[in-house]
């Protein structure tokens, strides 16, 4: 009654009824074998960082086949006779470390390194289940599940792709030495597939049984155990937990892993059958060798589509019949493999009993009621060439990963050889609404019909238009939209297929997809060798041991297995007030331990207890009146994390006072509702509002306008995360966060204990972009009221559904501006009035601190030209937070969309109207011709307006955009920094009050360090941060601690200077460091200092930046690819190249995700969040980035009042991704403009996705002809 397997070569058995019967391969492996470089997040396979491998026999063939895996889906049960490796596995400080480690680690690829463990593992699977034969397209194509929040993708592409057969990619030296002699294939260790034994139904501990068949007749006697009343699940790979939620009342488990009739497959002349679960990544393999034979050349176009279900390690453990079995519970479901299948009326093989199979159409089986239904096999038929035509298409918000907008396949049948008279048509599309799939009203038209006809293409989109169905599904997109999307699907499959002659030249290029080449970059930087290590590219310190998995975060610390977990009961009436709750049925649960409300705080009911930018408290748990749906209002703690989850839904509340009046989740609709009181002006010393006047001039242009941009979630991958842990008097306490002393106060504040008596260590954080500054102290508060009340250790890791609910993001921002301009584009008057969604309090406020010194960017805007008036708006969501360059890059971009709009509307190019504008004496007078020059700016906009006038559908822009950023260092109070020396060996320790979240300051610091002491790097470490020796250390926050870390550092390593320059002295010019630090030791001198940043040490400087990027959009389907960016960034004398090139790259392409794919939406009855995981919210992936992406950190350019003349980098290139917006408008002012509507100018904001531009390019289905 055991489950047998490998982990990292060792034997593993266990018993089943220990565990939970539904225990994830993650948790197992985290929790009971402490392996904890497999991280979790979004448990969901949306986020790639729990992905390990697994090598598993296949029943039929009795091959061992190795796939990545998401641990987070795979069900330990399921694990019976597999290897599975993790990445302590691949690698480690024992062993040495794995090529693709160290590679990902000398080439820059990891920034905070939540994700790099996924990143290593997906590629070794990739390598190992392809012997190591990959190209480097093969290597792009398979990470679209990884996301990496830090680093803009690019390094990693590049570390991975060095490993491609194809390979171009310059590796460095030191890598390639040492892994001469490294294998780069692990040797099998374990013996997977050794036939296993034949295990028997058992029970598991909560009462439900798993089954292993080892044939379908196996299958259907679990089948006979299962009484009517009872729920199943046939488990193969359990992705679809992924999409939707499994219940939790299944009684019965039946794996169907190794019954090799659902495994096998067979190539006829007549038809292929495919076994109904073989996974999406064997039948892609099936599809490779079918499309050799003749009639199954489609095969090819299957495996394209195919090829963007998914990802890679759900498409490797995701199976034909899992998928339709879903779109038979859920019709809603956009799949891929029904609308594909459909349109090639294949057939699917059904079981009642082994011994009775029935063949059934699709539909036929969608709607089947017969109960206990298995699916056998998928038979589909040939389509010769010479008689059938067919494509499918799918598309998406993003390049991969995401369910599709709309999805569609087309099969033509001819009924002449010319391929013009159809016999036959089907035409189906998905996503539209849970029950349509037939155009059957064209299906019908279109037989006997010229398909290329005009007046049949005419009146086919006049009949598409009419009969499509197609119904809101929030939060998909609208169906105006997805309407649109599906005439044009077949519009371009109308332009692919018809012949050259018949097509106008122009709308040619319509009839194709985008499609990506390999992205590539480059990185250009100066640097200072008298000051190395300071200066030298050198890699992040913690590089390696992040890829290895070795770097321990804050959910990796073991605890008593006492430990409790907790998780979050919110509100959900919005603006009523809790009358009570009632906690029974959760409590009830065998292994919930308590539930803790506002009443149980014994101290201040508030998580926000910082002295600045905090104008209220902002509760820990709701105490009132609701301010926003799904508002914390308790916490239950239970003996595991899914039960503590599942348990918070159970707990009644029952609310008085509902409101009335309207739920206003954004400003538009607080405008809308003439609710002044919940506009405030800021800072009164603005001036009222008012706006100017100017008289106008002959030849002046005047305009106005609109930006919105919406709110952004930081998508940390490291979640929400607080381990307490009860000690002598008081708390320790591990906390993911940015701002230690503000955890503490507010720990401390809420338990009425001493500050000292709650302490706090924090080794790293996982992803963080402003997130962790405040927001994480509400779990950290109820954590430690959960692990104060019980004496026990308290957990609390938030669920991705639960951290986007609950906490705040983005500011989001709106501005109505005017302006009055003379013919050259010289603004004579512009007035801004803004505002900024605050959401339910007024916290943390960025109009006045952040966006108002932003707003004039490098402009010559002044009082006689200039007004701007900013206010923060009260909405019903959570309170809004600081999200990486928070108000700057609103402010920012502003600037740059009224620039641009000014030149539309003065009919110029924008790069004269910024020229024109630009302050006398600003930097940019100098960089911004440099710039335009360098990337052949004026060229490539005049080879753009001529590749979009000879196309029709594709078009393409660029776009300029300037930064001047202004580093505020005003509230950087106290940075404390200790360093030590080791008289034993002279190696040095430092540890600091910031916090390493990525931005690589530990490396910074050491860099400094090494330096100022005359020391190698390598004797450099740094220690975790902690509350002892970074006492009141300010946040790390603002792009500027790196810095002032940096600056405490010297100042201590200045004062042990001193104190050993007599022994220097003493001892002579030979001497060594151990000598001198040993000698001092002797005499009593003391080996460690402290020092601070104190506020002035560094003053406030600005820091420049100019981006180029152009664009290609696809006008029919609102899909773009970034076809090119350059950014010049002005780093100062960089610190440390790498890593400032990195957090340039990241983000901008943050950036990019901000301005492109990144939607919020919620539902305007309730204020709940809709898009609340990352099933539907889609930041970049690693196709998503620019094609070619250039960066170049701007040399010979020293900052005077910077940090040993460096400037920040954390922040900054965020604000340049605005520029996308400039290169959309371009293209889309091209495709208006063919579309003959008048010249005006369109309202993008952020996210511009693909609906903004199909819905405003003017595409008139009506229209859609092929001449
Ligand atoms: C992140 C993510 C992205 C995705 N993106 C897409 C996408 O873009 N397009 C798309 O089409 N799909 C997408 N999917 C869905 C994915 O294709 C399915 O999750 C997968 O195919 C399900 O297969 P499985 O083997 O894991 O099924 P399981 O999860 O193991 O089972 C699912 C259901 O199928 C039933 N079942 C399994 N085998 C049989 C059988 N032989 N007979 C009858 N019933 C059976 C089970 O009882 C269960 O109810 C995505 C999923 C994830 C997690
Ligand atoms: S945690 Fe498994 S994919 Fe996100
Ligand atoms: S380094 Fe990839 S998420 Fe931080």
Redesign the pocket.
């Known amino acids: 009654m055991s489950i047998k397997f490998n982990v990292n070569g060792f034997p593993y058995e266990v018993q089943p009824s220990d565990f939970p019967a539904d225990i994830t391969l993650n948790t197992f492996l985290r929790e009971h074998l402490h392996l904890t470089a497999t991280k979790f997040m979004c448990l969901?396979?949306?986020c790639g960082v729990c992905v390990c491998v697994i090598r598993r026999r296949n029943p039929t063939t009795g091959e061992v086949h190795t796939r990545a895996a998401n641990s987070c889906?795979t069900l330990l049960n399921t694990c019976d006779d597999v290897d599975i490796v993790t990445d302590e596995g691949l690698g480690n400080k024992g062993s040495g470390y794995h090529p693709i480690q160290k590679r990902l680690a000398k080439m820059n690829g990891t920034q905070c390194g939540f994700c790099s463990p996924g990143f290593v593992m997906n590629m070794y699977g990739l390598l190992e289940s392809k012997a190591g034969h990959v190209t480097m397209a093969e290597v792009e194509d398979a990470f679209g599940?990884n996301i990496c929040r830090c680093t803009g993708y690019r390094p990693i592409l590049d570390a991975m792709k060095s490993f491609a057969t194809d390979s171009t990619i310059s590796v460095p030296g030191e890598c390639v030495d040492i892994e001469d002699s490294f294998e780069l294939l692990c040797p099998r260790t374990g013996q997977c597939g050794s036939g296993g034994c034949s295990r028997a139904t058992l029970s598991t501990q909560n009462d439900s049984h798993w089954h292993w068949p080892k044939s379908l007749a196996d299958l259907f006697t679990a089948l006979s155990q299962v009484s009517s009343n009872e729920l199943?699940?046939?488990?193969?790979?359990?992705?679809?937990?992924?999409?939707y939620r499994r219940s939790r009342d299944i009684k019965h488990f039946i794996d169907?892993n190794n019954v090799p009739e659902?495994k096998q497959y067979s190539i006829e002349s007549d038809h292929i059958l495919l076994g109904?679960?073989l996974?999406?990544t064997e039948t892609m393999e099936i599809f490779r060798l079918a499309e050799q034979r003749a009639g199954f050349e489609y095969c090819a176009q299957l495996w394209q589509h195919f090829n963007?279900?998914?990802?890679l390690p759900?498409r490797n453990?995701?199976?034909?019949?899992?998928?339709i079995?879903?779109k038979k519970?859920y019709p809603h479901?956009?799949?891929?493999?029904?609308i594909t299948f459909e349109t090639l009326d294949a057939h699917v093989l059904v079981h009642e009993h082994p011994g009775a199979q029935r063949v059934l159409t699709l539909l036929d089986y969608l709607h089947d009621t017969t109960p206990n239904?298995?699916?056998?096999g998928f038979l589909l038929r040939p389509y010769p060439t010479t008689k059938y035509l067919f494509n499918t298409y799918k598309i998406l918000p993003r390049a991969q990963?995401?369910?599709?907008y709309v999805n569609a396949g087309f099969l033509i049948e001819w009924n002449d050889d010319q391929h013009h008279i159809v016999q036959s048509a089907r035409i189906c599309f998905g996503n539209l609404s849970p029950s349509f799939v037939h155009a059957v009203e064209v299906e019908s038209l279109l037989v006997g019909r010229d398909l290329y006809d005009a007046a049949t293409v005419s009146e086919a989109f006049e009949r598409l238009e009419a009969s499509l169905q197609v119904v809101e599904m929030p939060p998909e997109a609208s169906p105006e939209y997805r309407h649109k999307l599906a005439c044009s699907l077949f519009y371009k499959f109308l332009l692919w297929s018809a012949p050259e002659e018949l097509v106008k030249k122009q709308k040619r290029s319509g009839g194709l997809l985008l499609e990506r080449p390999l992205s590539s970059g480059s990185q250009t930087f100066e640097t200072i060798s008298k000051n190395y290590p300071v200066t030298q590219p050198v890699q992040k310190l913690e590089g390696l041991i992040q890829c290895s998995g070795e770097a321990p975060y804050m959910n990796d610390l073991l605890t008593t297995s006492n430990a409790v977990h907790c998780a979050f009961v919110t509100a959900k009436r919005v603006g009523a007030t809790i009358e009570q709750i009632d906690p029974t049925p959760a409590l009830r649960c065998k292994g919930v331990v308590a539930f803790y409300a506002a009443k149980d705080i014994p101290g201040v009911n508030n998580f926000n207890n910082a002295s600045v930018l905090v104008v209220e408290p902002e509760e820990v748990f709701c105490s009132g009146r609701v301010k926003h749906y799904d508002q914390p209002l308790g916490v239950i703690a239970a003996v595991n994390h899914d039960l503590a989850v599942y348990a918070a839904t159970l707990v009644q509340v029952t609310y008085a006072n509902e409101q009335k009046k309207p739920i206003l989740t954004s400003m538009n609709q607080v405008l809308a509702s003439g609710e002044s009181s919940r506009i405030v002006q800021m800072n009164k010393s603005n001036g009222e509002n008012s706006t100017l006047k100017v008289p106008l001039a002959p030849g002046d242009v005047m305009g106005r306008g609109i930006l919105e941009l919406e709110s952004q979630y930081h998508f940390t991958m490291e979640p929400q995360t607080t381990i307490v842990v009860p000690f002598e008097q008081g708390l320790q306490v591990w906390c993911a966060t940015q701002w230690m002393d503000l955890t503490q106060y507010s720990i401390a504040a809420m338990l009425q204990l001493d500050a000292s008596l709650v302490q706090l260590q924090v080794r790293r954080v996982g992803g963080a972009y402003g997130a962790k500054v405040t927001r994480c102290n509400q779990v950290a508060c109820a954590a430690a009221l959960v692990a104060h009340k019980l004496n026990r250790p308290a957990r609390f890791v938030q669920t991705i559904e639960s951290m986007m609910e609950c906490n705040g993001k983005r500011y989001a921002c709106r501005s109505d501006y005017d302006f009055v301009v003379r013919a050259s584009g010289a603004i004579s008057m512009l007035n801004n009035n803004f505002y900024e969604d605050a959401g339910c309090s007024l916290n943390e406020n960025v109009v006045d601190f952040l966006t108002m010194p932003a707003v004039r960017n490098v402009y010559n805007l002044n009082a006689t030209n200039f007004k701007v008036n900013g206010s923060a708006v009260v909405t019903d969501a959570p309170s809004s937070t600081w999200c990486r360059a928070p108000g700057t890059a609103e402010g920012i971009a502003m600037a740059e969309v009224q620039l641009e709009h000014i030149a539309f509307a003065s009919k110029l190019d924008p790069a004269d109207v910024r020229l024109v504008n630009l302050r006398p004496g600003n930097k940019m007078v100098q960089l911004l011709p440099r710039f335009l020059a360098s990337t052949e700016y004026r060229q490539r906009r005049h080879d753009i307006n001529a590749f979009n006038a000879q196309n029709r559908w594709r078009k393409r822009g660029i776009g300029l955009s300037l930064m001047e950023f202004p580093l505020a260092t005003s509230i950087g109070y106290s940075y404390p920094t200790t360093v030590s020396i080791y008289h034993s060996d002279g190696s040095v320790v430092i540890t600091h009050g910031g916090i390493e979240i990525g931005q690589g300051i530990n490396t910074k610091a050491a860099q400094v360090a090494a330096f100022t002491l005359g020391l190698p790097l390598e004797k450099v470490r740094i220690e975790s941060s902690n509350t002892v020796n970074g006492a009141n250390a300010m946040v790390t926050a603002n792009s500027m601690a790196s810095e002032m870390i940096g600056l405490a550092v010297r100042k201590a390593c200045d004062t042990l200077n001193k104190r050993l320059q007599p022994v220097r002295q003493a001892l002579g010019p030979n001497a060594t460091w151990k000598q001198i630090v040993e000698r001092a030791w002797t005499q009593s001198i003391l080996l460690i200092a402290t020092d601070s940043y104190k506020v002035g040490d560094i003053p406030n400087y600005n820091i420049y930046g100019l981006c180029l990027t152009e664009l290609e959009v696809d006008i029919l389907t609102g899909n773009h690819l970034i076809r090119r960016v350059d950014i010049l960034e002005d780093a100062g004398e960089s610190l440390s190249p790498n890593i400032d090139v990195g957090q340039v790259e990241g983000a901008f392409v943050m950036g990019l995700g901000y301005y492109l794919n990144e939607l919020l939406l919620y539902d305007r009855q309730t204020g709940r969040l809709l898009t609340n995981r990352?099933?539907n919210y889609h930041p970049p992936g690693a196709k998503d980035i620019p094609i070619d992406f250039r960066i170049e950190l701007l040399q010979k350019n020293p900052n005077p009042v910077g940090f040993m003349r460096s400037k920040a980098t954390g922040e900054p290139a965020f604000c340049l991704s605005v520029g996308v917006l400039f290169a959309m408008q371009h293209a889309l002012q091209s495709a208006r403009d063919d579309a003959g509507l008048p010249r005006e100018w369109v309202r993008l904001g952020a996210p511009t996705t693909p609906e903004t531009v199909v819905l405003n390019a003017g595409t008139e289905v009506q229209r859609f002809a092929l001449k």
């Open positions: 969901e396979g949306g889906l599940g199943y699940i046939l488990v193969s790979g359990n992705t679809a937990h992924g999409a169907v659902l109904a679960n996974t999406l963007l279900i998914a990802n759900v453990n995701g199976t034909l019949a899992g998928n079995s879903t519970q479901f956009a799949s891929d493999i029904f239904l298995v699916i056998g990963n995401v369910h599709a990352t099933w």
